[in-house]
């Protein structure tokens, strides 16, 4: 069974930066569609970025766009997703997803494996 690891996470003040790391446990996942999702408590699941398999193609929640990075290395089976000028609302659970052909990459349940998460909590 493919494993999505998450790393990164932690404290960051706002303004500040973080970067997520998502490793794939296998190769053939590592060209799979990837996206980050997260959840804040009390709060559904949401989109933050997605990307696709080649890397050439990404996309971004409104909330995030401008601020966010998300990139990938396939030889290394990892993407990431550069956080800059975090602010206190981007405090959440982040999840890394895969699937390797996602109909709307914006949907949650579009995605067959999830990663554990990993807590980014914002400070201001």
């Known amino acids: 069974q493919v494993q999505l690891v998450e790393s990164g996470g932690g404290l960051v003040q706002a303004g500040g930066s973080l970067r997520l790391s998502c490793a794939a446990s296998?190769?053939?996942?590592?060209?799979?569609?990837k996206g980050w999702f997260r959840q804040a408590p009390g709060k559904e699941r949401e989109f933050v970025a997605a990307?696709?398999?080649?890397?050439?193609?990404?996309y971004y929640a409104d909330s995030v766009k401008g601020r966010f990075t998300i990139s990938r290395d396939n030889a290394k089976n990892t993407v990431y997703l550069q956080m800059n000028s975090p602010k206190p609302e981007d405090t959440a659970v982040y999840y890394c997803?895969?699937?390797?052909?996602?109909?709307?990459?914006?949907?949650?349940?579009?995605?067959?494996?999830w990663g554990q998460g990993t807590q980014v909590t914002v400070s201001s």
């Open positions: 296998e190769r053939t996942f590592s060209s799979a569609f």
């Open positions: 990307i696709s398999w080649s890397g050439g193609s990404t």
């Open positions: 997803a895969a699937e390797l052909d996602p109909g709307d990459y914006y949907v949650s349940y579009e995605y067959d494996c």
